[in-house]
């Protein structure tokens, strides 16, 4: 991320927040996170670039499935954690 943000900066193009992809991962069998990679570094390089943090979107298997039959995620599963997280980002983003 470090690399993506200098290289925005250096072309001039806007940064409006970072985004932390595949920040935990919620069992669909018992609700319980757990994080198989590491969590924070997203919040950790905004911090550093001061940029918004704008939120973590948990893994979810079903996005792949979902956007290789070309049925938008959350449309497809509007009450997923991962749906209500890029919910929660677009809101963010919009303001």
Same mark, same amino acid.
């Given at each position: 991320?470090?690399?993506?943000?200098?290289? =925005?900066?250096?072309?001039?193009?806007?940064?409006?927040?970072?985004?932390?992809?595949?920040?935990?991962?919620? $069992?669909?069998? $018992?609700?319980?996170?757990?994080?198989?990679?590491?969590?924070?570094?997203?919040?950790?390089? =905004?911090?550093?670039?001061?940029?918004?943090?704008?939120?973590?979107?948990?893994? +979810?298997?079903?996005? $792949?499935?979902?956007? +290789?039959?070309?049925?938008?995620?959350?449309?497809?599963?509007?009450?997923? =954690? =991962?749906?209500?997280?890029?919910?929660?980002?677009?809101?963010?983003?919009?303001?």
């Amino acid at each position: 991320m470090n690399k993506a943000v200098t290289f =925005a900066r250096q072309l001039g193009v806007p940064v409006i927040g970072i985004i932390e992809n595949m920040s935990g991962f919620i $069992c669909p069998k $018992c609700g319980t996170e757990v994080n198989i990679f590491k969590i924070g570094g997203g919040q950790k390089i =905004a911090e550093k670039f001061a940029v918004p943090f704008l939120g973590r979107i948990p893994i +979810d298997p079903e996005i $792949c499935s979902y956007s +290789d039959n070309g049925i938008p995620f959350i449309t497809g599963r509007p009450n997923s =954690a =991962a749906t209500k997280t890029f919910m929660e980002i677009v809101k963010k983003i919009e303001t």
